[in-house]
């Protein structure tokens, strides 16, 4: 492997152990199997290229759409490394900070090679917070973002991953939380890679007691685009509202795999997800509620809706109860399925053309989820970019 001196300069003695033993542990380790459940839907047959991890960051892409309308705080993330003056790492951080388990390649290797997430608590959550992150070439790169939300406080953050050129890249980013006692974390996640990077995201959030979280990702780009959450509900009285909206087309493989891990007492879980995939895309959800011995009186539910809007395309959609408490109530369900043609006879009838008419429908589709998102412009934004996928197949028959 590729020697990392220069990002291990300023590690903290805990960092620097950890990255070096990483780094010899990737020796070792190949790529996942498609045969194991949890990768079964993914091509892995290509070269992550570690070893183009970049030493430092790229040129910035310009200021775009989402940028210019925001007016919080921002956070710059560029090919991994933070670019905004007076945000720490935890690379650099005096006490050990948990991150993701090195459970697999792809986390071994963000251990080994991330220059640091960002570090993100007490000032720089004071505000509403959008972390620009960026991809800037076709080197693999490393993003991360950790956000420690003390006690008793709120704090509303907004990950937007995107790529600034059309060059093919693998990325492995990493969002990692702690939301502590009686704290609030609103949280939005954004994936707009280029259709030709392969993304292998990873996100664990763990919650205090009777600290709530809510959660909204959004899946626009990528050629793959993997998303795998652990949401912990360790603290008593915890409790997690999840949304989710993608639309895959092209060739798009978005993967999503949701694990709710309800450890306190009284614990509440609400997932709920929709997807649409047209021309030869597929989705996959695979959900799981699992609830501990400890976790009595626990409620969890699960949701995930599904639209294929071409013959070709085509989504996965397997919800999961693991349950070891006896006082609880749980309950999920998933839909596969078209456009309804009930809906669109009666829009008809109310004068809209076939094509007017499935537009509302797609729209009013995702409208549930994209109410959730915290702030009104991005969530035009969002709302536009979903409708435009579908209005551009519609105009090109490719629906």
């Known amino acids: 492997m590729t020697d990392t001196p220069t990002l291990g300069s300023t590690d903290a003695v805990w960092m620097a152990s950890r990255r070096s033993a990483a780094v010899e542990r990737l020796d070792d380790l190949s790529m996942p199997s498609e045969r194991e459940e949890i990768w079964r839907y993914l091509d892995l047959d290509f070269d992550p290229a570690f070893r183009t991890a970049p030493l430092t960051a790229g040129s910035a892409g310009s200021t775009d759409a989402v940028l210019e309308m925001w007016h919080g705080n921002t956070v710059s993330v560029v090919d991994g490394f933070v670019v905004t003056e007076g945000v720490p790492t935890i690379a650099e951080a005096s006490d050990e900070i948990a991150l993701v ?210 013959s070709g395309a085509s989504a996965q959609s397997v919800p999961n109860l693991e349950i070891l408490a006896n006082d609880v109530m749980c309950g999920h369900g998933s839909t596969v399925g078209p456009l309804d043609e009930d809906q669109r006879y009666y829009l008809m009838s109310r004068g809209l053309t076939p094509e007017s008419a499935d537009r509302l429908q797609v729209r009013g589709f995702f409208e549930e989820v994209v109410q959730q998102i915290p702030d009104e412009a991005i969530a035009a934004w969002i709302r536009e970019r979903i409708n435009g996928k579908y209005v551009a197949a519609q105009e090109e028959g490719r629906v």
């Open 101 to 310: 388990n090195d459970d697999h390649m792809f986390a071994t290797a963000f251990t080994a090679y991330a220059p640091g997430a960002a570090l993100l608590t007490g000032d720089h959550l004071g505000k509403p917070l959008l972390v620009d992150v960026q991809n800037t070439s076709d080197a693999t790169t490393f993003p991360g973002v950790h956000i420690a939300v003390p006690r008793g406080t709120e704090a509303t953050v907004i990950v937007r991953l995107r790529s600034t050129t059309d060059a093919p890249a693998t990325v492995v980013p990493t969002v990692t939380a702690d939301v502590s006692d009686n704290a609030r974390l609103t949280l939005t996640i954004i994936q707009d890679w280029n259709y030709n990077t392969r993304s292998l995201g990873r996100a664990v959030i763990e919650l205090g007691r009777d600290a709530t979280l809510v959660l909204a990702e959004i899946g626009l780009g990528a050629k793959i685009g993997r998303l795998h959450l652990d949401v912990n509900f360790v603290g008593n009285g915890s409790t997690a509202k999840i949304y989710g909206a993608y639309f895959g087309e092209d060739d798009q493989t978005l993967d999503y795999r949701y694990f709710m891990n309800h450890i306190g007492m009284h614990t509440r879980s609400d997932m709920f997800l929709k997807g649409a995939v047209e021309d030869e895309a597929l989705s996959v959800f695979t959900g799981m509620i699992r609830i501990e011995e400890t976790g009595q009186k626990t409620e969890a539910f699960q949701t995930n809706r599904n639209l294929i809007l071409s």
